[in-house]
């Protein structure tokens, strides 16, 4: 899935620190119940990356993942995009877990 701007950048969510291809990060998704794709939310450094979800949200399903961003090219239509690579799940919450949002 793409993560970030077209112009092959992210940033941290909390401290805000340029994140680049190769690098480590924690990635925050989530997809409701009736949903047939994810929602890539929030993406962190290695410094500031939460462990856990803390709060989940009832009806939705949640999950942190660790991954390296990669570049995806479209060479048709010549765009590039960054991706997640080697994604490893950290963490995750059941759509029947945690409160009403």
Do not use: K, N
């Amino acid at each position: 899935m793409p993560i970030g701007i077209p112009d092959l950048s992210a940033q941290c969510s909390d401290c805000g620190r340029t994140l680049r291809e190769g690098e480590r990060v924690l990635v925050y998704a989530y997809r409701a119940a009736e949903a047939t794709e994810w929602d890539l939310a929030r993406c962190y450094c290695p410094e500031c990356r939460p462990d856990e979800i803390t709060t989940p949200t009832l009806g939705t399903s949640e999950v942190l993942v660790d991954a390296m961003l990669g570049t995806m090219s479209d060479v048709r239509a010549q765009t590039h995009h960054f991706c997640l690579r080697h994604v490893e799940r950290v963490d995750e919450s059941l759509p029947t877990e945690g409160t009403a949002p």
